[in-house]
C-alpha cells in the first residue's frame, strides 16, 4: 500500500508526518529557511512514492460568502470561478464551499469562497514537491476541518465557536448548522496557562462582538464557545472565562477528544494539530486549494494504481480460471482412467463368456457373410400387393366385369451387388425379376347386350390396364372368338348373346419399376 505522509504548513515552518497503522509519526521539521528549504528537498526525494497531503493553518486566509443562481455543470464552474476573481483577485489556492439551496422559488445557492492570500508562505514548499515530482492529494485548511471535529465530539448546536490552541496561535471559527462560515488565527505571545487561558476569553469575545456588527448573528442572540485545552488547564481557563447573557463557554478535554477521533496517541499539551491531522487522513474535506497543475503527478498515481488493481484482478480471474481448468482436466482424466478400465473389464467378461459358447462349424466371417445374404434376400423378396392394386384400381369402374380367379407368380435371376457402388453391403433389385399374374373373368351386360357392346367393355378394361407404364398386358381369351379364319353365324350370335363371356387376361409387371 502506497505510504501516506502529511505535512502541516504554519507561517514559520512545516512538519512532515507519516502516518502508519493509525499513529502520526513525526519525521522532520522545516524552517522557512534557504537550509530548511534544502532540508525538505532532500526529504522529498527520500520518499518519492508517497502520497502528500498539505495541512495550512496561516493567518492569510480570507472567507466570504456569496449567493449564486440555480445552476448545474459548466455555467456553475465559471461563475464561481468569476466571483472567486472578484472576492480574492490574483490569488491562485483558492476553493469554494457549497451551504446549500435557499428555500425559495429560486433556489439560489449559498457558497463560502475561501482563499489562502500570501501564495509566497506555500510557493517554497510546492516548488520542492513540483520538482521532485511527488504525488500531491490536495492542501487543506485547517478552519474546514472544524465541522468534523465538532461532529466527531458529539456538538450540534446550530451555532457555535470553535478556539484551538496550534503552533503558538489560537484558532477561531464559526460554525453554524455544522458548515465554517468564518475563520481568523491569533497569535499567542506566552506559553503559560494563565495567559491563553485570558487569549480564549478575551478573543472569544471578540469573535462574538465581531459577528454580531457583521449581522451574522443577533446583538442578543446567546452563543456557546468550544474551546479544546488539556485537563490540567481547566481551572485557570474556568477562572478566565466567565458565562454572560449572549457568551457562554464549553471546555472540552483534548485527551477526551483524541479518543473520541481515533488517535492512539493522545497529546501531552494543548495542541492540537495531531487531531487536525489525523481526521485529514480518515475524513478529508471536499473542498481543498492546490490547481489541477500541482495535483498533476497525484492523478498519475491514481491512474497507476487502478490499472495496477485492474490488472490484479485480472491476474487473479487468470489464475483462478486455470486452476479450474487444471482441476476439470484432472476430473476428466480420471474419469478417462476409469471407463478405460471398466472398458478392459467388460471385455475381458465378454472373452470369459465367448470362451463358454459351443464351437461352431464355421468361421464367423462365413456365418457373417450367410446372414448379410439372408437379410439381402428378404429385402428382396416379391409380393403381390402393388400388382393387385393396379388390378383393383383397373375394375373401380367396371361394374359389369366380375372376377373369377387371380393365378399369380414370380419370377427372376438371383440378387447382384451394385457395381462400382460406394457403399459396401448396398444391394439393388433382383436382375430379372418380374411378377406376372393371369386374371379370368367374365362379362355380364345383359340380355339386349350386343357383341359390339360387350367388345367395347372388354377393351376399355384393357385401356385402363395399359396406362400403367409399367404393366405388359397380354390378351389370352377374347369374349369372343373373333379371329379371321371364322365366320358369326345370326342364329349362334343370338344363342351366344345370352351367355356369360368368358374372357383371360395375362398381366407383367417388372420389380422395382
Not at 381 to 394: C, T
Not at 431 to 457: K, M, N, Y
Amino acid at each position: 500500500m502506497t505510504a501516506r505522509r502529511l505535512i502541516y504548513v504554519c507561517a514559520h515552518r512545516v512538519t512532515a508526518f507519516h502516518w502508519r497503522a493509525g499513529e502520526l509519526i513525526e519525521e522532520g521539521s522545516f524552517d522557512a529557511t534557504a537550509a530548511g528549504q534544502l532540508q525538505f528537498a532532500g526529504y522529498l526525494a527520500e520518499n518519492p512514492k508517497s502520497i502528500f497531503l498539505l495541512l495550512a493553518n496561516v493567518a492569510e486566509e480570507g472567507f466570504q460568502i456569496e449567493t449564486i443562481p440555480f445552476l448545474r455543470g459548466s455555467d456553475r464552474h465559471a461563475i464561481v470561478a468569476r466571483k472567486l476573481g472578484q472576492a480574492f483577485f490574483n490569488a491562485t489556492l483558492t476553493a469554494a464551499i457549497s451551504l446549500g439551496h435557499e428555500k425559495t422559488r429560486r433556489k439560489d445557492e449559498r457558497i463560502m469562497l475561501a482563499a489562502f492570500t500570501n501564495y509566497e508562505v506555500f510557493a517554497p514548499w510546492l516548488s520542492a514537491m513540483a520538482r521532485a515530482e511527488v504525488a500531491l492529494a490536495g492542501l487543506y485548511s485547517l478552519p474546514l476541518l472544524g465541522p468534523t471535529l465538532l461532529k466527531k465530539l458529539g456538538v450540534s448546536d446550530e451555532r457555535c465557536l470553535l478556539l484551538t490552541i496550534q503552533d503558538q496561535s489560537i484558532r477561531q471559527s464559526y460554525l453554524e448548522k455544522g458548515e465554517l462560515h468564518f475563520s481568523r488565527l491569533t497569535p499567542l505571545h506566552h506559553n503559560r496557562v494563565a495567559g491563553f487561558a485570558q487569549t480564549f476569553a478575551d478573543e472569544a469575545l471578540k469573535l462574538q462582538q465581531y459577528l454580531v456588527s457583521q449581522r451574522v448573528i443577533g446583538r442578543k442572540q446567546p452563543i456557546t464557545a468550544y474551546l479544546l485545552a488539556h485537563a490540567s488547564a481547566r481551572s485557570a481557563i474556568e477562572s478566565c472565562c466567565g458565562d454572560s447573557d449572549t457568551l457562554s463557554f464549553t471546555i472540552l478535554d483534548i485527551a477526551d477528544s483524541a479518543d473520541k477521533c481515533g488517535l492512539k496517541a493522545l497529546p501531552a499539551g494543548t495542541d492540537c494539530e495531531p487531531l487536525f491531522l489525523k481526521l485529514l487522513t480518515t475524513e478529508r474535506p471536499a473542498a481543498q486549494f492546490a490547481s489541477d497543475d500541482q495535483r498533476h503527478d497525484y492523478h498519475l498515481s491514481v491512474v497507476r494504481a487502478v490499472l495496477r488493481g485492474v490488472g490484479a484482478v485480472v491476474l487473479l480471474g487468470c489464475l483462478l480460471w486455470s486452476g479450474k481448468e487444471m482441476f476439470d482436466s484432472a476430473r476428466l482424466n480420471d474419469e478417462i482412467e476409469v471407463i478405460k478400465t471398466e472398458t478392459e473389464l467388460a471385455r475381458r467378461g465378454y472373452e470369459n463368456i465367448v470362451k463358454t459358447f459351443p464351437p461352431i462349424p464355421t468361421t464367423s466371417q462365413t456365418l457373417r457373410g450367410v446372414i448379410n445374404r439372408y437379410v439381402e434376400f428378404e429385402k428382396a423378396s416379391v409380393l403381390p400387393d402393388e400388382l393387385y392394386r393396379a388390378i383393383s384400381g383397373a375394375l373401380q369402374g367396371a361394374a359389369s366385369v366380375e372376377l373369377e380367379a387371380i393365378e399369380w407368380k414370380a419370377t427372376g435371376g438371383p440378387l447382384s451387388r451394385a457395381a462400382g457402388s460406394a457403399e459396401a453391403g448396398r444391394t439393388t433389385s433382383p436382375a430379372g425379376a418380374s411378377e406376372t399374374a393371369i386374371v379370368r373373368g367374365s362379362l355380364r351386360l345383359g340380355p339386349d347386350s350386343s357383341p359390339r357392346q360387350v367388345l367395347h367393355v372388354f377393351k376399355r378394361l384393357l385401356d385402363v390396364l395399359r396406362r400403367d407404364p409399367g404393366l405388359e398386358v397380354e390378351v389370352l381369351q377374347q369374349p369372343f372368338d373373333v379371329e379371321s379364319g371364322k365366320s358369326l353365324k345370326g342364329g349362334e350370335a343370338a344363342i351366344e348373346d345370352q351367355q356369360t363371356r368368358q374372357f383371360k387376361v395375362q398381366i407383367r409387371r417388372v420389380v422395382g419399376e
